[in-house]
Nanobody, 115 residues
Framework: QVQLVESGGGLVQAGGSLRLSCAAS????????MGWYRQAPGKQRELVAT???????IYADSVKGRFTISRDNAKNTVYLQMNSLKPEDTAVYYC?????????WGKGTLVTVSS
């Protein structure tokens, strides 16, 4: 089992920045990839960014150039640096980890961007 705990959400004005963290614990060997998803009210959960243990990244088009995902393999932690935030980035952000074809999810952290 893998446990994921997100932190770093909050309220920020448009144009501001936030940094999310997700720490994995439990059976953390061979977790790959890790990533962030988000779900806005009334919308489906969508990919934000993922990163492999080797550092290969994938970003949603809507966040390219504004968000940066990174990973500390020694700490089993993934980060999401969010810059130039927009009101449409408002959502609950979830951490996801895949291990041996099983997906694990955190409980989410709320990001609210005011205009």
């Amino acid at each position: 089992q893998v446990q994921l705990v997100e932190s770093g959400g909050g309220l920020v004005q448009a144009g501001g920045s936030l940094r999310l963290s997700c720490a994995a614990s439990g059976s953390t060997v061979s977790i790959n990839p890790m990533g962030w998803y988000r779900q806005a009210p009334g919308k489906q959960r969508e990919l934000v960014a993922t990163i492999t243990s080797g550092g290969v990244t994938i970003y949603a088009d809507s966040v390219k150039g504004r968000f940066t995902i990174s990973r500390d393999n020694a700490k089993n932690t993934v980060y999401l640096q969010m810059n130039s935030l927009k009101p449409e980035d408002t959502a609950v952000y979830y951490c996801r980890a895949r291990r041996y074809a099983m997906d694990y999810w955190g409980k989410g952290t709320l990001v609210t961007v005011s205009s």
